[in-house]
């Protein structure tokens, strides 16, 4: 894929919505691809994981697991929350909080994604203030929607 179709998939993804193509093209050079086949676990709830993710093409589905482990509690069955393809994200939360995943993502059709670590997140921030104001200003209209 070229770094025109990535700017493209960046242009209409919330996390970077109202940037310019002079500013994503700051975040391209840095994103991983990365191929994942169906069934692999691309985030497994309770692990520490820094990056955001962007569904390049394939399918994953965003659940809770039914156990944990080292968690007291137990859910009765798996919980579906989402199914996310071509230009969706997720990750988002672990590039501002210190956490653990929240929820587990596996593959339901074998794809590619890219992947931005936080510490590359957070340089490009520190060091263009436009650019953070308008993702922290996004990230906020992720939450409350």
């Known amino acids: 894929m070229s770094d025109d179709k990535l700017l493209q998939i960046l242009l209409h993804t919330k996390v970077f919505q109202g940037l310019s193509e ?12 990365v191929p994942f086949k169906e069934n692999d676990i691309l985030v497994q709830e309770g692990q520490l994981r ?3 993710h962007i569904i390049l ?10 156990y944990v482990e080292g968690k007291v509690h137990h859910r009765i069955t798996e919980v579906s929350l989402a199914e996310l393809e071509y230009g969706d994200c997720f990750g988002e939360f672990s590039l501002f909080d210190e956490k653990p995943a929240s929820a587990s993502v ?11 670590s936080k510490p590359v ?23 409350i929607s």
């Open 57 to 66: 093409h394939g399918k994953v589905k965003v659940f809770l697991l039914r």
């Open 121 to 143: 997140f957070d340089s490009i921030l520190e060091t263009n203030d436009h650019i953070a104001k308008t993702i922290y200003h996004n990230f906020v209209q992720i939450l």
């Open 106 to 116: 596996i593959a339901t059709q074998a794809g590619e994604l890219v992947r931005l």
């Open 22 to 33: 002079e500013d994503l093209s700051l975040f391209c050079r840095y994103f991983q691809r």
């Open 50 to 52: 820094k990056a955001l």
